[in-house]
């Protein structure tokens, strides 16, 4: 029997259609491919639907790859849908995705999909009628009301004010569309001269059409969401732990960044309450998803207010199914991985529709099992201003490892870089703040015990101590395998100044600098100035030597900006960077190898502002990246070639990512194309959507694959013979 083919629906009509991407992106990858044929259907904003080729998945922006589908991805009509796939994930969210829209047309296809039926999520998705059917019956819901755009357009706001006045409420009030998600359109607002702007807002939320919104009153009090799973065989709900929320200070709800960025807002599952009232939280959601006529799974959002009534303030059908999203931090709680929810989700929809063929054919599949052959620990966390980044990475390189080679082992590094053993409950956390205050003695692990339950170490740190060569040392005294650079490329490479220099010693391209140190700062602060206006004209960069993530990068242009900046670094730091700033095309690069070093095709980095920040590196949808960069193949060589020979010169071994800028001969100074080296990160960002995977995917390695490949050769360096049989040195494919 052919493996079940599932089709993960992303993209899509919506707003969200970026929430939508990371999301089918994850449930693609932790999909078993030995239960399941994975078929990623992209649909466009304009409805165009295709196959999205492997080389697009892991990318961090639709707009990255969204004007190669045509060329680059099969294109499919709906009708195609019944020959091509058995059953549809529905990873898309909002209009057109969770309304009953995209539902209904799958049951005319005859194609069983994910999640409640058509009445159900249209109900789900319009605001306004699913509080009147909860309202009435006994569910308590904030009182508020509601405007169409025509009265938005007409109403005035005295008029709003008396009407919302009449039931007893004023300031604050919370102005929302009435059919989106992901907060989009959201606004608190705190008097008169807020609210027009914020009901435009809302209105606008889509600026294709003008929507009806909702002014309610601002609940006070404990917000949470809880999941809901259907158990198949008793066809009951099991709510799952719910999470308590905690915005951040200055924050009066839930923003888009606060839900996407890593290490952003608190989050406490379960809630920091009394067990009775998690129980209560739980049959409201429970009694909320019947009324709805909910099925398989919802969440629900709500709030205890300060009196102790919960009110729910929105019913989802589907939940973002975000690496670290609520439904996977739920589900941890229970020990339930992300394979093994998405699977349940499954399961449970096919036992609806009746297919015991089928799931008895998968229970089998999933009872033949291969043992782990390869122990490897994964650190992630680390006490640098890149923890959050860390952690964000090492979670997904611990979910990418091939469940059928490796025995993953997470182990997060505290701020004393102390090691602990994390349960799932913890990994899925979205803040390393989150992960410390839960950690117990029981989970501490010394450095010495290392060798005796790891037989490699996949270092998921970035910054600090974690990429400076004291991990890397740490695990050479312990005679660890572990990936990336050993000790001397580590140290060196983290010191920006000292790596240009060394490189500008080999003949490399890279920009005029000057190290200002903090003694002579406030030392010769005058005669540091003059030394840097000397050789380096204004504007310029500044930022720390031996960072990494943007942090406290900027491009000044006056001198009382460049004194400014300094400060504010010296302020942290022992020492400033002041850089020429380059003009041309900013590529970032990786590199695979050992002795042999293999330049991946470079992306070219597009920042809005002429220097990345944390939010376009990490925040979906915020950032774009063009892979391989809109350059000539003999110009893309080029910068592959001189690339290749810095990671040999600095000696890097695994992998590294090099950015630079490609000058052409009319913007370079020489009157010659060259390429100018920037910085070295020896231990890349391993996100959801980093830029390696990118590039890994356009010659033909998935993101499993590109890890197996980095942990061969972190073996190989090491001299060790336990390799995988399913690991080949071809995996590494020549530039």
């Known amino acids: 029997m052919q493996k079940f083919r599932v089709?993960?629906?992303?993209?899509?009509?919506?707003?969200?259609?970026?929430?939508?991407?990371?999301?089918?992106?994850?449930?693609?990858d932790h999909l078993d491919t030995s239960l399941y044929q994975v078929i990623p259907l992209f649909q466009t904003m304009d409805g165009n639907l295709y196959i999205l080729p492997q080389q697009f998945l892991h990318r961090g922006k639709i707009?990255?790859?969204?004007?190669?589908?045509?060329?680059?991805?099969?294109?499919?009509?709906?009708?195609?849908?019944?020959t091509l796939i058995d059953f549809m994930y529905i990873c898309a969210h909002g209009t057109y995705a969770e309304d009953g829209t995209l539902q209904g047309f799958l049951e005319l296809l005859g194609i069983p999909?994910?999640?409640?039926?058509?009445?159900?999520?249209?109900?789900?998705?319009?605001?306004?009628?699913?509080?009147?059917?909860?309202?009435?019956?006994?569910?308590?819901?904030?009182?508020?009301?509601?405007?169409?755009?025509?009265?938005?357009?007409?109403?005035?706001?005295?008029?709003?004010?008396?009407?919302?006045?009449?039931?007893?409420?004023d300031f604050p009030y919370v102005v929302k569309p009435h059919k989106e998600g992901s907060s989009f359109g959201i606004s608190v607002v705190f008097n008169k001269a807020e609210l027009s702007s914020a009901i435009q807002k809302a209105c606008h939320a889509d600026t294709r059409k003008a929507q009806a919104?909702?002014?309610?009153?601002?609940?006070?009090?404990?917000?949470?969401?809880?999941i809901l799973l259907t158990d198949y065989k008793t066809g009951r709900w099991l709510a799952l732990p719910p999470i308590e929320i905690v915005h951040e200070t200055g924050s009066h709800f839930l923003d888009y960044e606060q839900k996407y960025m890593p290490g952003r807002s608190l989050k406490f599952t379960p809630p920091r309450c009394a067990t009775t009232l998690i129980e209560h939280i739980q049959a409201v959601c429970i009694r909320a998803s019947d009324i709805l006529g909910f099925t398989n799974t919802s969440r629900m959002d709500g709030f205890v207010?300060?009196?102790?009534?919960?009110?729910?303030?929105?019913?989802?059908?589907?939940?973002?199914?975000?690496?670290?999203?609520?439904?996977?931090?739920e589900a941890a709680a229970l020990d339930i991985s992300h394979p093994q929810l998405i699977n349940h989700l499954i399961m449970t929809?096919?036992?609806?529709?009746?297919?015991?063929?089928?799931?008895?054919?998968?229970?089998?599949?999933?009872?033949?099992?291969?043992?782990?052959?390869?122990?490897?620990?994964?650190?992630?966390?680390?006490?640098?201003?890149?923890?959050?980044?860390?952690?964000?990475?090492?979670?997904?390189?611990?979910?990418?490892?091939?469940?059928?080679?490796?025995?993953?082992?997470?182990?997060?590094?505290?701020?004393?870089?102390?090691?602990?053993?994390?349960?799932?409950s913890l990994l899925v956390c979205n803040t390393t703040q989150e992960?410390?205050?839960?950690?117990?003695?029981?989970?501490?692990?010394?450095?010495?015990?290392?060798?005796?339950?790891a037989d490699f170490v996949f270092i998921g740190l970035h910054g600090g101590l974690g990429e400076n060569g004291a991990v890397q040392g740490t695990l050479e005294m312990l005679g660890l395998p572990y990936n990336g650079s050993g000790v001397l490329a580590s140290a060196l490479c983290m010191d920006k100044y000292k790596t240009t220099q060394f490189l500008r010693n080999h003949d490399f391209q890279v920009p005029v600098a000057q190290l200002i140190e903090k003694s002579a700062w406030h030392t010769h602060k005058e005669a540091a100035l003059t030394r840097i206006t000397d050789i380096i004209s204004l504007p310029c960069i500044v930022k720390p030597h031996d960072d990494g993530c943007s942090v406290m990068v900027a491009k000044v242009a006056t001198r009382d900006e460049l004194v400014a900046h300094i400060e504010l670094i010296l302020a942290h730091k022992d020492a400033a960077l002041v850089e020429e700033l380059i003009t041309g095309m900013e590529l970032t690069v990786g590199v695979l190898g050992n002795e042999q070093a293999h330049a991946l095709p470079p992306s070219q980095a597009i920042a809005q502002a002429g220097i990345l920040s944390i939010q376009e590196k990490f925040l979906p949808g915020a950032g774009e990246n063009q892979t391989p960069a809109p350059l000539p193949i003999p110009t893309l060589h080029l910068v592959q070639t001189v690339i290749a020979q810095a990671y040999t010169t600095l000696q890097c071994k695994g992998y590294a990512r090099i950015d630079c800028f490609y000058q052409t001969a009319e913007q370079s100074p020489t009157g010659n194309e060259r390429v100018v080296i920037l910085e070295v990160n020896t231990l890349p960002g391993m996100t959801p959507a980093t830029c390696i995977f990118h590039q890994a995917a356009e010659i033909g390695m998935k993101p499993m694959e590109f890890i197996d490949a980095i942990i061969e050769l972190g073996l190989q360096e090491h001299g060790k013979t336990i390799l995988p049989a399913s690991l080949k040195q071809d995996t590494i494919a020549p530039q």
Not at 8 to 14: A, D, I, R, T
Not at 140 to 145: A, K, L
Not at 444 to 452: I, K, N, Y
């Open 213 to 226: 919104i909702l002014i309610e009153e601002k609940i006070e009090g404990m917000e949470f969401t809880c």
């Open 63 to 82: 707009s990255d790859f969204e004007h190669r589908l045509s060329t680059q991805a099969t294109p499919v009509t709906w009708d195609d849908l019944p």
């Open 349 to 424: 929809e096919l036992h609806a529709y009746g297919t015991p063929n089928t799931m008895t054919h998968m229970q089998e599949l999933m009872n033949e099992h291969n043992t782990p052959t390869l122990r490897v620990a994964v650190l992630m966390g680390g006490a640098s201003n890149e923890k959050e980044t860390s952690l964000d990475s090492g979670r997904n390189i611990f979910y990418k490892l091939n469940p059928r080679t490796y025995h993953g082992i997470p182990l997060f590094v505290d701020t004393h870089h102390k090691l602990h053993q994390i349960p799932q």
């Open 435 to 453: 992960i410390a205050m839960k950690l117990t003695a029981d989970m501490h692990v010394r450095w010495h015990d290392l060798p005796a339950m």
């Open 7 to 28: 089709g993960v629906f992303m993209g899509g009509k919506s707003i969200e259609k970026e929430v939508s991407f990371n999301s089918g992106r994850t449930v693609c």
């Open 305 to 329: 207010d300060h009196a102790g009534n919960i009110i729910l303030i929105e019913a989802n059908t589907l939940s973002g199914m975000g690496p670290s999203g609520f439904i996977f931090r």
């Open 113 to 169: 999909y994910l999640g409640s039926k058509i009445l159900a999520s249209a109900l789900g998705m319009n605001k306004l009628m699913q509080k009147e059917f909860l309202r009435t019956n006994g569910i308590t819901v904030p009182r508020g009301m509601y405007l169409t755009p025509q009265q938005v357009q007409s109403e005035a706001l005295d008029t709003i004010i008396a009407a919302l006045a009449q039931q007893g409420l």
